[in-house]
């Protein structure tokens, strides 16, 4: 039986996770659950699994769930906040941690999870985008392992398998392109609900604005690059409507590797908890035949900008990243309550960018502190629009 902790278990991908979890049967003991708010659905997860320890954002929310705990004398014990995460990712008899929580917010507990000796499930590209070299070395030190979940980095990690990376030529990451791929709308029209119309995806509100935007795709590059310590000129981009290519591999003598299946996070997520072993198949089983055609085109840097940011950050490298995930995650959010518009986003990320002089640091408090420049420039950018 694996010990497990889950950060962010009331979201897409942690609920995902307790799902295939009910489904196994005594493969996994969840110790540790992290929510944000919505404690309606982490009591029902405490009733179920019955994690020795829960956090939750706030101290008044930790103060209702103790009270309702102590009603029904579960012995599960209350944290709330930064702290709280923290103490969930460090529980002692924990094995593996699930980082699944979104945005920056990430970091901080993905970083005591691995100085704790836990394996890490990462779902949470925010926080390798961000400080991806130092995260990787600390588990190198550490001797343990960083998974992937995000369902590309799965599919490349399963098409390296056992190879040479030196006889890595390129990786194919592949993208559905979102609900604007083909679309002519302009991007000053479109409305928050026509972006969270994922074509294939059905996932949290940020990542599903960040696939629109095609942010997402530009912070996966950076997440493999760090992953699979590949430079970014050796990942391309392949638009891919279907999703059921979840990336390839091509290596030196011209063999390309790909990795397929149903769009259905539930297997990355297994894939990675179960790793190295293969559990039995939850989801619908792949028919070819059905899905007919697989189709494959070039992305458009210019149509998208934010892709074209975020591979010029990545060259640029240092704080440049932490900056532009931390003002992509502020404009997004103005524009999901309204703020600014959709054709706001890049046009905010890109000025926080430009005023931002880059630091190369091994130091993670830089990089936080970088990070809280980026949100409070973004702020202003976006007051001097919405005001
Ligand atoms: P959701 O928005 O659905 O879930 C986010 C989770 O984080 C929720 O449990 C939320 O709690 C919790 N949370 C948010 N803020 C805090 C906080 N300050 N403290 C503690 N918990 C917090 O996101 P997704 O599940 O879609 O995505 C999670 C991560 O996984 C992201 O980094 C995303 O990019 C990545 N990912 C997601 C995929 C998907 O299919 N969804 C695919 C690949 C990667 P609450 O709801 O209780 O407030
Ligand atoms: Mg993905």
Redesign the pocket.
Known sequence: MKNLSIL???????VQALDFIAKTKNEFKICGL?????IELLKKQISKFKPSAVSV?SQDNAEKIQKWCKDRKYKTKVFFGEDG?IKIATIKEVETVLS????A??LQPLVAAIDSDKNVAL????SLVMAGSLIMKRAKEKNVSVLP???EHSAIFQCIGKENKKSIKRILLTASGGPFYKSNKNFEDITVEDALAHPT?K?????TIDSATLMNKGLEAIEASVLFDVPMDKIEIVIHPQSVVHSMVEFSDGCVMAQLSNPD?TLPIQYALSYPERKNCYIKRLDLTSVGKLEFFKPDFKKFKCLDIAYKCAVVGGTATAVMSAANEIAVKSFLDGKIKFNDIPEIVQKVVNNHKVIKTKDINKIIQADLWARKTAEEKIAEIFF
């Open positions: 962010g278990s009331t979201g897409s991908i942690g992290a929510a944000g708010s919505n954002f995460l699944a929580v979104v945005g917010t990430g779902a949470n590209k925010e979940v995000d369902s995806w996932m949290g509100k940020k990542i996070m």
